[in-house]
């Protein structure tokens, strides 16, 4: 039997080059809308409905979808969560009425669902891949594409002081990943370990996921460590750019510290990538705790500095919490020869990005401040939940 050397296998590269341009589109949008619609005198509470209108659909979608690889590839999905997304912000370039932008984004949370689960579990389709150093270029992407979202939003705005080029600048990156997937994306394949170079065995049964199936991994661990995540993102996506303008700072500087935060989101997204899973159980605890009194001081403060520091340290913190969850998903998938825990793991965070902003919203509606320290009580919860569910991360 002909034996294949898996170095030569497959073309990677289209998946950083999409899992960049998407989250620059999203990142660009997700800052707007609380900031475009607050000037527009649309109500706090329905503010927070539309930023969380993609992840209506986007809860349940990845589940919905889960099945749907298998009969028509990763490929074709990809294509069609783009085309779709494309589309939906189509509708930008002829209106922003709150409603029709509310189920526009309804749309795109839809067929996104095709997008995420299918990107991730391309990295882990194929059993002999690099898995470790796949899943830190991956990270470095999708973390590359939010800041370089933020430093766009935070440039173009600084040159020209109007909301609404955002949404006419943002969807031209979805139409460029697009045609990137249609021309370049390809299916990981999967290989027998008979058809395999056997000198490249040991080296990639070293460095990738195989040694998961000596771990016990809650299931719902890799969710709490996503969702704590989004909830901290989510939060205050919404609630530092009602402060901001309710202080007087100037717009681009939502961008401009949003891209601070993915700075280090990125730096420690990619580190991780890399830690042990013992290390990594110890880091968590850090990661929650410091969350909280974080928190805390958004509440506090109003000095522009101090919020520059805090979304520097937010970033760090969040963006390991993410790669553990995202890592501990993919070694699922590995074990059990499937792809369903990274559909579970997005339909988690589309679920807590819908639940975060509306509860962030109302919470500010009534007092902004306090909502922040709610925040950081919800940080609490996840710290007591991480002390039980971390001890049972066992090896077996």
């Not at 899992?19 to 607050?38: E, H, K, M, T, V």
């Not at 933020?150 to 609404?164: E, M, N, P, Q, R």
């Not at 202080?247 to 580190?271: D, H, R």
């Not at 110890?282 to 509440?299: A, E, N, Q, R």
Request: hydrophobic residues 55%; proline residues 3%.
């Amino acid at each position: 039997m002909e034996q294949i050397d898996i170095h030569e296998d497959w073309r990677f590269w289209p998946v950083i080059c999409i899992a960049l341009l998407y989250p620059i589109n999203n990142s660009l949008i997700a800052l707007a809308i609380p900031l475009y619609f607050f000037r527009q005198g649309v109500d706090v509470r329905f503010i927070g409905i539309i930023a969380a209108g993609a992840a209506m659909t986007y809860c349940f979608s990845p589940i919905l979808f889960k099945n749907v690889a298998d009969k028509i590839g990763r490929k074709l999905c990809v294509i069609i969560a783009l085309l779709g997304t494309s589309l939906a912000q189509l509708v930008f370039y002829f209106t922003l009425d709150p409603l029709i932008f509310f189920i526009s984004r309804l749309s795109e949370g839809l067929v996104t669902g095709l997008f995420w689960p299918n990107l991730q579990a391309s990295i882990s389709d194929n059993a002999f891949q690099d898995h470790r150093r796949k899943l830190s270029r991956f990270n470095f992407g999708w973390n590359s594409g939010v800041l370089l979202g933020f430093l766009t939003g935070a440039l173009i705005l600084f040159v020209i002081d109007d909301l609404k080029i955002i949404f006419f600048t943002a969807p031209i990156l979805v139409f460029s990943a697009t045609l990137i997937s249609i021309l370049f994306f390809q299916e990981s394949k999967k290989y027998n370990a008979k058809t395999v170079n056997p000198e490249r065995m040991t080296e990639y049964a070293n460095s990738n996921f195989h040694k998961s199936k000596d771990y016990r991994i809650p299931k719902i661990l890799p969710i709490m460590l996503v969702t704590s995540f989004a909830f901290a993102k989510g939060s205050v996506n919404i609630l530092y750019p009602i402060k901001s303008e309710i202080i007087g700072f100037e717009l681009y500087t939502v961008y401009l510290l949003a891209a601070f935060a993915l700075l280090t989101q990125l730096i420690s997204t990619t580190f991780a990538s890399y830690l042990s899973i013992k290390s990594l159980k110890k880091v968590v605890m850090v990661c929650l705790f410091s969350l909280i009194i974080i928190f805390i001081f958004f509440g506090i403060t109003t000095d522009f500095l101090i919020f520059a520091i805090l979304y520097l340290l937010m970033g760090f913190f969040a963006g390991i919490l993410i790669s553990f969850g995202i890592k501990l998903s993919l070694m699922q998938n590995v074990k059990y020869q499937t792809s369903k825990y990274s559909n579970i793991l997005e339909s988690s965070i589309g679920l807590a990005f819908l639940i975060t902003p509306i509860f962030a919203a109302y919470l500010a509606s009534n007092d902004l401040t306090l909502a922040f320290y709610i925040i950081s009580l919800g940080f609490s919860l996840y710290l007591i939940s991480s002390l039980i569910l971390l001890r049972k991360l066992q090896a077996e």
